[in-house]
């Protein structure tokens, strides 16, 4: 099976797009969780329940949202190449490996984007199931889960910078700068 998606992406040159709408999906749900949970600290919302609710709907929708877009738009660019291929070929592509590939691909890409704000929020999520399961923090589960959101919104920096073969700590220090930014504006404009 891994070798199949393997040889799809390979024929169809799509792992760059898979990996750019991993990074920017995953850049989204990070901070779409920044934002929530800083609200929520900025707010008179102490329940673990409320905010797990809350931040999973958003983290369900931005799973949702990334499968559905990705398929749609990435289904239509596949059978645009597709048809063209075959116009060129003048011979109907459908039972090929160019033609699994413009049927499976889109798939293959809607997941990954689907996949990457799920799989950061529920890891930014982690200390409030923790907290849920009776063990308790020193603090407010609340900082950790940022901890960890600005920790993982360092590492998709880190790992741009090694994509673009330019500094991994520049890289990552530079989204870090982002985060920091959105979340000093989450405090300028909340209700403290």
């Not at 999906?25 to 920044?34: I, Q």
């Amino acid at each position: 099976m891994l070798q199949k998606i393997k040889a799809t992406f390979r024929l169809t040159k799509s792992h760059d797009i898979a990996r750019r709408y991993f990074v920017v999906n995953g850049f989204d749900g990070a901070l779409t969780m920044l934002g929530l949970i800083m609200g929520f600290l900025f707010s008179d919302v102490v329940s673990t329940t409320v905010i797990l609710n809350a931040c999973l709907g958003a983290a369900i929708a931005l799973g949702m949202s990334g499968v559905s877009s990705a398929y749609v738009s990435e289904s239509a660019e596949r059978n645009r190449e597709l048809s063209k291929l075959e116009g060129a070929m003048i011979r109907d592509l459908h039972d090929s490996a160019h033609g699994d590939a413009a049927r499976n691909v889109p798939w293959l890409i809607a997941l990954v984007n689907g996949s990457a704000p799920l799989i950061i929020s529920l890891l930014i999520l982690l200390p409030f199931f923790i907290s849920k399961a009776g063990i308790l923090f020193p603090v407010s589960p609340l900082y950790f889960a940022i901890g960890i959101a600005f920790f993982l919104i360092f590492l998709l920096g880190v790992f741009l910078g090694r994509i673009s073969g330019i500094s991994w700590l520049r890289s990552g220090l530079q989204t870090l700068l982002i985060a920091t930014i959105t979340a000093l504006l989450i405090y300028l404009f909340t209700e403290n």
